[in-house]
């Protein structure tokens, strides 16, 4: 579930940034364009001069659309595939404007369609500069030669971005799971918690699964703060952590959304499969011996979801339980009635 979670986590922040980045490199690529046409129009070659044209075209119906899409594969595409056409044409005519361009396709490539589909059309592409190169060289002079200086030099650039492309999605990974960690406890923080809950809602709506929220807090933390000061406080808040997610499912999502707060996300477990787990829970806390042989104790509330209830319903919910389990006199775990 965690594996699961910080993929989806990398995923999303990968194609953030590559959305941000879209709108600049259709603009660059479309100044570049109008820059090179008429050195295009100078060739005399007329499909050159159409294609250059019909690329450009393309380029501002691109734009227009990602403004209102924000679609990266098919800006990607839109960009992409009349490039690398455009570049194989180049070095078929023997132009040298597309040797120099040629290095830049790696880059590009991988960084809109990742280390998978980016490797595959870098392949394809390598192959394809080899198979030209190699009937425009291998007849002439040293042709051999500059063909093998050519080839490995893009090979290289190719390798490079391959590399470059890894490291920055490794990058984007740590600081997206990063921002949804807790600082003290590292456990995922409260903006996970309301993205995972509205998600698991959702996703229980369309299919019909069923999922159960635990809500709990320390009891009487604000005057164990005061009598033992802070950072037992704090100690505390991380060892309930580490308790609390030994003894959970791998399909379970712990998070410390509050002060001295804490929420559990149970995917597939009804209201009597979750009480239970929070009685557990709690029971775990009361005979943990923690530092300095402090008695803590903790009271929950729980709730099993129901397919007409929203976001704040069910979180209103499972907090009257855990107000009612205070009432009660704490150290114990209420239902919610979802």
């Avoid at 989806?8 to 046409?37: C, P």
């Avoid at 044209?53 to 960009?79: D, G, P, R």
């Avoid at 070095?91 to 980016?118: E, M, Q």
């Avoid at 369309?206 to 033992?228: A, C, P, Q, T, V």
Wanted: with cysteine; aromatic share 12%; charged share 20%.
């Amino acid at each position: 579930m965690a594996k699961q979670i910080i993929d989806d986590l990398n995923k999303e922040f990968s194609e953030k940034i590559a959305n941000d980045s879209m709108q600049g490199i259709i603009i660059i690529s479309f100044i570049i364009m109008i820059i090179t046409l008429p050195f295009s129009f100078a060739t005399g070659d007329k499909i050159l001069q159409y294609y250059h044209i019909v690329y450009i075209v393309l380029l501002l119906f691109n734009y227009v659309i990602f403004q209102k899409t924000k679609n990266l594969i098919a800006s990607s595409t839109l960009v992409l595939g009349p490039a690398f056409f455009l570049l194989l044409y180049g070095l078929l005519k023997g132009l040298d404007y597309a040797l120099t361009w040629i290095y830049i396709f790696p880059l590009l490539t991988y960084f809109f369609t990742g280390k998978y589909y980016g490797t595959i059309i870098n392949i394809v592409f390598n192959i394809s500069v080899g198979i030209i190169l190699y009937v425009k060289l291998h007849s002439k002079s040293n042709g051999i030669t500059d063909l093998l200086v050519i080839l490995s030099s893009f090979i290289s650039i190719t390798a490079i971005s391959y590399l470059l492309e890894a490291n920055r999605q490794k990058i984007h990974h740590r600081l997206k799971v990063t921002s949804m960690l807790d600082y003290l406890t590292r456990a995922w923080n409260r903006k996970k918690f309301d993205e995972d809950l509205k998600n698991e809602i959702a996703k229980v709506k369309r299919y019909g699964d069923e999922f159960s929220l635990i809500i709990f807090d320390i009891d009487n933390f604000k005057l164990l703060n005061d009598n033992y000061g802070h950072a037992i406080g704090d100690a505390i808040l991380k060892e309930i952590t580490v308790i609390q997610k030994e003894k959970l499912r791998t399909m379970d999502t712990f998070y410390r959304i509050g002060g001295e707060e804490f929420a559990i996300i149970l995917p597939e477990t009804n209201i009597v499969g979750a009480f239970a787990i929070a009685d557990r829970l709690r029971q775990n806390v009361e005979e943990y011996s923690f530092a300095n042989l402090i008695k803590i104790t903790i009271s929950a509330g729980a709730g099993g979801f129901c397919s007409n209830c929203n976001y704040e319903e069910v979180l209103l919910k499972v907090d009257k339980a855990l107000y009612r389990a205070k009432e009660k006199g704490k150290n114990r775990v209420e239902s919610a009635n979802i």
